[in-house]
């Protein structure tokens, strides 16, 4: 069975710090995905990857940055964290096909304060 | 952009009775998938359809896909409290591997 590991369930950091948040998948799929989940906004693409050191910007890239140092890890950066990144983060993997389902992690609860 | 919009935002209902959710697309889509999220817990891939007019039952869910292939809905029959849940509707986005999900339906269920 897939399994995609966010390295954190739940996270506490400060504005202005960086924070990293990481990804792992045990399937060897080419394609990953970052997405945050805010109440009534459904989950938006921040980030997706499709090869390694391959990346493309989602709809709401600002703020974040990505890493794809190898296939099986994706990593999200915030740069700067501030209170309106408070939110869930979703890190997915699906194989190379564009119709292929997503398997997702737990998430990662990130406050900022 | 692209935009997936979802109707209802909430629906809260008696055990038993019957929900249906609707998804909407900006644009024509070649496929749409819908995923069920538990509380707490990640989304889960349920289904995946990909024919103008297709209809996929899931035992009590049935998933349809709109002849434009724009809008498709999720029907669930005879309500249970292992529904409770929110679910969304995908689509692949004008980026190649790229999917667009809609805002989701949050179904509560009362036993």
């Known amino acids: 069975d897939v399994k995609v590991t966010q390295s954190s369930r739940y996270l506490v950091k400060r504005t202005g710090e960086k924070v990293f948040l990481e990804c792992v998948q045990d399937?060897?799929?080419?394609?990953m995905f970052w997405y945050r989940q805010d109440p009534g906004l459904g989950l938006r693409l921040i980030y997706f990857?499709?090869?390694?050191?391959?990346?493309e910007k989602g709809d709401i890239p600002e703020g974040y940055s990505v890493s794809r140092e190898k296939k099986e890890r994706f990593s999200l950066i915030l740069e700067s964290a501030s209170t309106n990144q408070t939110s869930m983060y979703l890190c997915a993997s699906s194989p190379a096909s564009s119709v292929s389902p997503l398997h997702f992690g737990n998430g990662t609860r990130l406050t900022v304060t | 952009g692209q935009q997936v919009m979802q109707i209802p935002q909430y629906q809260h209902v008696q055990e038993g009775e019957d929900f249906t959710t609707y998804c909407n697309s900006s644009t024509t889509l070649s496929n749409i998938q819908w995923y069920k999220q538990r509380p707490g817990g990640h989304p889960v891939f349920l289904i995946q359809?990909?024919?103008?007019?297709e209809v996929k039952k899931q035992k009590r869910l049935t998933f349809q896909f709109g002849e434009a292939k724009k809008n498709s809905s999720l029907h669930i029959t005879a309500t249970q409290t292992t529904d409770v849940g929110t679910y969304f509707c995908a689509g692949p986005g004008d980026a190649t591997n790229k999917l667009i999900f809609g805002t989701g339906t949050l179904l509560a269920v009362q036993p």
């Open positions: 990857s499709y090869d390694v050191k391959m990346k």
């Open positions: 359809l990909v024919k103008s007019g």
């Open positions: 399937m060897d799929h080419e394609n």
